[in-house]
């Protein structure tokens, strides 16, 4: 059973925070079996940024994204793109129809405008509960995430322990700024969301995601009717941090 980390986790990010992604990932590759890692996108820049990265370098991991239902059009234009030229195959976890039935009976469509609990139970149903199911069985789940993106991600390691998912989360960009990942996606010619092109700079859900004026930050355009401590789905919080900041012990 999984239950504690087998490596010195400060050695290692010690080691890899002047390391090259290609090296973090030859590292993930050498020390699991491809089918124990678990890569999620939601075909960000970074998502597919670290996609194309993986293709190059011939590894397979299991590859998912969360089909939360309300993506935007161009999101699955995207997924469209990457299959097609990319030629990966993607898991596609949905929400759990009675849990979305009890939802939407519950709070209606639109419930995420109406309080920062609603917008969680959303997330909650969304994206949280299906994340659990991509990721049993997994050894490692590598994530596309960058420190640069917002507050709650300032302090992400390059290789960490999840308690709630009982795995190592492994972030190979963590220390990426944008400009690195438009270098790559420019030099590579990597498929991304043609949302980038007006204004977004980050892609969520349709209803929760809008684009960013000059000079606010890269999340400000996320849940933007809300206090920005409050800004995240809940899928990279480990859940006793969740039941510590939020108190997120509430019925669907
Ligand atoms: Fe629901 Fe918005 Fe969260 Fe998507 S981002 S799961 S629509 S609250």
Known sequence: MKTEPQFDLDALN?????????DILNWTFRQFPAGDVAFSTSFGAEGMTLMHMLVTLGFKPRMFTIDTGRNFQETYDVWNEAVERLGVEIESYSPDAGDLQALLKGHGPNLFYESVENRKRCCHVRKVLPLK?????????LAPLRREQGESRRDIRIVDWNETHQLYKICPMANWLEENV????????????????????????????RPVRPGEGVRSGRWWWEPDEAKECGIH?????????TKLNFQI
């Open 14 to 22: 010690a080691d890899f925070e002047s390391a090259a992604a290609t």
């Open 133 to 141: 199911c991509a990721l049993r069985g997994a050894s490692v789940w």
């Open 182 to 209: 438009w270098t790559y996606i420019r030099s590579n010619d990597v498929p991304y969301n043609k949302l980038y092109d007006r204004g977004f700079m980050t892609i969520g859900c349709a209803p929760c995601t």
């Open 237 to 245: 919080i480990e859940d006793g941090k969740v039941t510590r900041k």
